[in-house]
């Protein structure tokens, strides 16, 4: 029990030591540690983007720039949090002008109705699925930016509203408002669209 | 309300599921992030490429111009020609007069020039004798030490040496090639006379006694005059001159010990030094 004890501390201990090794090159501006990051997180990364802004072009930009901008603002990472809620953080900083452009190309998209469907087993489920979720895309689109990535971030990512606070940088209580108010507008939105 | 909060549950989920697609896309950005942060290195390596030789250059210009002195003069003149500094005031015992221009100054009337006996004023050329000494009489309109904001100037090191100490009301230090000591004032000027004596005994006419005693007159009278400080100096040049070296020493160990903020510091060290020899 005690070597398995010691073994595990070891193990973790040697994950700290990489970690530490990972920021260290990070800082120096490595773009090999970059690309280590992003194999390790993109998908997190990707996945908050695309719920956030609602589009895939989008979402890469915003993926791209958090990458991009991760040797600098690494500066700023005091080990508070994971390597991974780091980097969504990152994402909340940049994506105010990322969710305006994609709610601007959404609205005009909708006009036209170009919007690319996929094929599927399932089409009807898919189909009811799609709707409700482009329902609350567009639905988020009317949301403030701080209460739609408190949205995400605690409906759709389930994360807890402390998390949700260090990754914004405000207090727990805040991101609760936030909840609540964009809660209740988008139970007001998807019932003016007839959702039920 | 059930039905509201279901339909919301319903559409977050369906929302995370959608999203949580995996994206064929994604090699594609790791590969636009790699290609955005190489760019970027090339640019910062590119911009440190201009701005370092740039950086470099000015730094050596700077300096030279520190060490030269041409750096405060420029400044100073960039300051009075902007606006930023106040044109240099007349000094306190001359009637105020404008001060003239650079262009105007080679042409203008000299009116203590023209009061003056026309003898009394050294010729332009009167400095080379002055330069083969071996510590030439380098001047400085405000020389007292025991003014402090005079001192303070002079710690910013002795000016060129064409330029002349004998400028009485506007300090035209920006004119150092001016070699008439002829001030830009109609007053009569005793101290100014008292100098200009002692000057012309000392490079004019190079009787170093009569200096001598001309340079005692005008620092009995004028200990902390305007320009005591040459008047000093040339004094210990005449005890040199003489051979007076235990008095020539002692006139000259103010100036090697950097009392006068390094005016004639190292002449004055240098003299010191074949004195002893």
Known sequence: MDELLSLTRTTLDAAEDEIESLIARLERGDPLAVGEVYDLHHNAVRAFAKRLVGESAAAEDLVHEVFVTLPKAIRGYRGDSSLRTFLISIAVNHARHHVRAATRRRRAMEKLALEPERPSDDPERDARRRELARALTRALDELPLDQRVAFVLCEVEERTSREAGLIVGVPEATIRTRLFHAKKKLRAMLEQEGLR | ?277
């Not at chain 2, 201009?50 to 730094?59: E, M, Y």
Request: glycine share 6%.
């Open chain 2, 1 to 277: 309300m059930t039905v509201e909060r279901d339909i919301l549950d319903e559409a977050v989920r369906a929302l995370r599921e959608t999203t949580a697609e995996e994206e064929p896309g994604h090699r594609f950005t790791r590969a636009r992030v790699m290609a955005s942060l190489h760019q970027g290195k090339v640019r910062r390596r590119t911009r440190l490429a201009f701005v370092l030789p740039l950086a470099a250059s000015f730094v050596a210009a700077s300096a030279w111009g520190v060490s030269s002195g041409k750096a405060q003069a420029f400044f100073k003149e960039l300051g009075e020609a902007v606006g930023i500094l106040p044109a240099t005031p007349p000094t306190d015992d001359k009637p105020a007069i404008p001060k003239p221009r650079k262009g105007e100054r080679q042409s203008a009337p000299k009116p203590a020039a023209t009061e003056a006996p026309v003898g009394e004023e050294p010729p332009a050329e009167e400095e080379a004798p002055v330069e083969e000494t071996p510590a030439p009489a380098e001047q400085k309109p405000e020389p007292s030490e025991t003014k402090p904001a005079e001192t303070t100037e002079l710690t910013t090191g002795p000016r060129s040496s064409a330029e002349k100490p004998e400028k009485p009301a506007p300090r035209v230090t920006s004119s150092p090639t001016d070699p008439s000591p002829a001030p830009v004032t109609s007053a009569p000027d005793p101290e100014l006379e008292l100098y200009r004596e002692a000057h012309r005994a000392h490079f004019q006419d190079q009787d170093t006694l009569r200096a001598l005693g001309a340079w005692n007159r005008y620092l009995e009278r004028h200990p902390n005059g305007r320009f005591a400080l040459e008047a000093r100096y040339n004094r210990a040049l005449c005890l040199v001159r003489l051979g007076r070296k235990d008095e020539a020493r002692a006139a000259l160990a103010p100036f090697a010990s950097g009392r006068y903020g390094g005016y004639r510091e190292r002449e004055a060290n240098e003299l010191i030094e074949a004195l002893s020899k």
